[in-house]
């Protein structure tokens, strides 16, 4: 594949100027709009606009602070009105296309490149924990540019992959709120039929990290490491993330230790400090797995008792639920004593069963293709982007496939 190489500033504008008056109300994207390594964005909302960077459809927003580019936060935007300008977080970094040189998804792609994503890391400057990239070494960044059709094609390919992840991830959304919505109305069918969470100790856990000792004892024997080791040390915001980006995981001496918060998969994850009620459930990893801190879980043999109490604590009457037991004006949180005398409808197990937890089961389904893809698009990207796929082989492999 013939390429030429270029400097990123020849072919992009970087934080390009647009008229967006202060006091304007607008649509904006905060930081927290991106999800790591994925291309869309979900969320925004309307605000008066008194700063920030400005952007519209067909420009690539990269985090350029710690530990949001390191984790994965690079979005495409693509869901403005036409012309519309919108604003976001200072701590983007804007990229958008020069008409004709590169197209505006192939500069996405480079831009989630390893490539890129190492020289953005080593031009970090600052203070520990609040270090970001330098718009100068993103203008300089040299990589190599393909012709327009070449360009296409692979925007092509890896446009494909990306549309079935955006696909999965909305069907999941309507799964689990119509999962929500079912667990509600039953449960509100049962309203007579309550009991604590407490009441429930003959079959289910609620335990968490500080469960298995003092904090000295913690400290002595549980070592946390930021590669890969014996177990994964399953946070708040790894979950939040859905396992992508910056993973912690702990020794093998450090996980017999806390034999008090091993997880296995369908456990509920409550956050109980700090992002006081973010919910999720562990995925079934085929590795180990604790719980991190700051965080308890419910965890029991009966797996259709979590599944319904996952459903609930994520709807609004069991995040109700939660907010009567948080307090705290500098940090909120809430411990497991208060948690455990929540009292909540109970629904029949065979319910549960027969239609909430197939929703859950094809959830899992979905996610476990997700994770496929990403996998796929990320093996694909660093070879098309250097020409070591040939494409013209590719296409016709793809041709012969349908």
């Not at 459809?57 to 949001?68: E, F, H, M």
């Not at 449960?187 to 335990?207: E, G, H, P």
């Not at 002595?220 to 994964?232: A, E, F, G, H, R």
């Not at 239609?355 to 293709?369: A, C, F, G, M, Q």
Request: hydrophobic letters at 40%; one cysteine or more.
């Amino acid at each position: 594949m013939e390429t030429k190489t270029v400097r990123l500033g020849d072919v992009a504008n970087v934080n390009p100027r647009l008229p967006l008056t202060k006091g304007t109300v607008a649509r904006k994207i905060p930081m927290e709009a991106l999800t790591a390594h994925q291309r869309h964005i979900d969320s925004f909302f309307y605000e008066k606009y008194s700063g920030g960077v400005k952007f519209q459809n067909g420009d690539t927003l990269v985090a350029r602070i710690t530990p949001s580019l390191e984790n994965g936060k690079t979005s495409y935007v693509d869901l403005l009105d036409k012309d519309e300008i919108a604003f976001g977080s200072t701590e983007f970094i804007v990229l958008r296309a020069k008409n004709k040189l590169i197209l505006p998804k192939f500069l996405y792609y480079i831009s989630i490149s390893d490539d890129f994503r190492q020289m953005a890391i080593q031009s970090m400057t600052g203070t520990s924990g609040r270090q970001r990239v330098q718009s100068e070494s993103v203008i300089n960044y040299e990589f190599s540019l393909p012709d327009i059709e070449k360009q296409t094609a692979i925007v092509d390919l890896l446009d494909a992959i990306d549309q079935k992840l955006k696909i999965n991830q909305q069907i999941n959304k309507n799964l689990l709120k119509l999962g929500m919505n079912i667990a509600i109305r039953t449960s509100n069918i049962n309203k007579n039929t309550t009991c604590r969470i407490s009441d429930m100790k003959d079959f289910l856990t609620v335990s968490d990290h500080v469960a298995n000792g003092s904090f000295k004892t913690l400290k002595d024997n549980v070592t946390i490491v930021d590669k890969p080791d014996y177990s994964l040390f399953l946070r708040n915001t790894d979950l939040k993330r859905n396992l992508m980006g910056d993973k912690r995981w702990i020794t093998k001496h450090s996980y017999d230790f806390l034999k008090k918060s091993h997880l296995y998969g369908g456990e509920v994850i409550i956050s109980n400090v700090g992002d006081v009620g973010s919910v999720h459930r562990v995925p079934y990893l085929d590795e180990h797995m604790v719980a991190g801190n700051n965080v308890i879980f419910i965890q029991s043999a009966d797996s259709w008792i979590t599944d319904y109490l996952y459903l609930y604590f994520l709807s609004n009457i069991g995040q109700h639920a939660l907010s009567t037991i948080t307090s705290g004006s500098a940090q909120q949180k809430f411990n497991k004593t208060d948690f455990r005398a929540i009292e909540l409808p109970i629904i029949p197990k065979n319910f549960v069963k027969k239609n909430l937890t197939p929703i859950l089961k094809k959830i899992d389904s979905n996610r476990v293709e997700e994770d496929c893809l990403i996998t796929l698009r990320d093996l694909l990207l660093p070879r098309l982007l250097s020409g070591e796929i040939d494409l013209s082989i590719l296409e016709e492999v793809l041709k012969n496939a349908k």
